[in-house]
């Protein structure tokens, strides 16, 4: 019987991030199948901007050398500007970006796409105020809850956080498992 392979997803976690958002991440990866891969910035604990510690599952360095099928940035501030200041950071999203991988960001980790260039000419959302500031050449912001444009996500939130999530499971698990996941979270 062949093996199936099973999607991964690498979501960096940088002192800061907004705490809400990357569990929800996480957790509905994880409830879809998809391998959620947690990676901190620094060995360690990583405290999150509502002081939520999480250990990481890996260093980032100990990762940048295995392929995944997507990036998924929590934001959070400080958490969003660390990430958009990491110099692997932007090396890996500007070579995934270049493989034709998922790049997705929620909330005001944007930023750190935008740092890397990968957001020239897509329709976007953030966190009011954060990607508006930037020189996104031919971007074109938005106030949806969440914007797929190709394979860039991106996001405003904590507050579609879950939307955010789901959506990342549905690009890399279908419609039918987001479908199953969405169900077992009796959202109304």
């Known amino acids: 019987m062949p093996s199936v392979l099973v999607p991964s997803v690498l979501v960096p976690l940088a002192p800061g991030f907004e705490d809400l958002e990357a569990v929800t991440i996480v957790n509905i990866l994880r409830r879809a199948g998809i391998e959620a891969v947690t990676a901190g910035l620094a060995p360690g604990l990583v405290q999150g901007a509502r002081g939520i510690r999480i250990q ?24 969003a ?3 958009k200041n990491d110099a692997r950071i932007q090396t890996l999203l ?13 909330c005001a980790a944007p930023i750190a796409l935008a740092q890397a260039g990968v957001l020239d000419g897509r329709r ?3 966190y009011p105020g954060f990607v508006e500031k930037m020189t996104i ?13 190709g394979k860039v996500v991106t996001s405003r939130g904590p507050g579609t956080a879950m939307d955010f999530a789901l959506t990342l499971a549905e690009l890399l698990a279908g419609r039918a498992k987001r479908e199953q996941v969405e169900a077992g979270l009796v959202r109304g």
């Open 56 to 79: 990481p599952d890996a260093e980032l360095d100990a990762v940048l050398g295995r392929d995944f099928d997507m990036i998924a940035l929590p934001g959070g501030m400080p958490g």
């Open 81 to 83: 500007e660390n990430l």
């Open 94 to 106: 500007r070579r995934m970006a270049a493989d034709g991988c998922y790049l997705a960001a929620i």
């Open 124 to 126: 976007i959302t953030s």
């Open 137 to 149: 050449p031919g971007a074109t912001c938005l106030t949806d809850g969440v914007v797929v444009d």
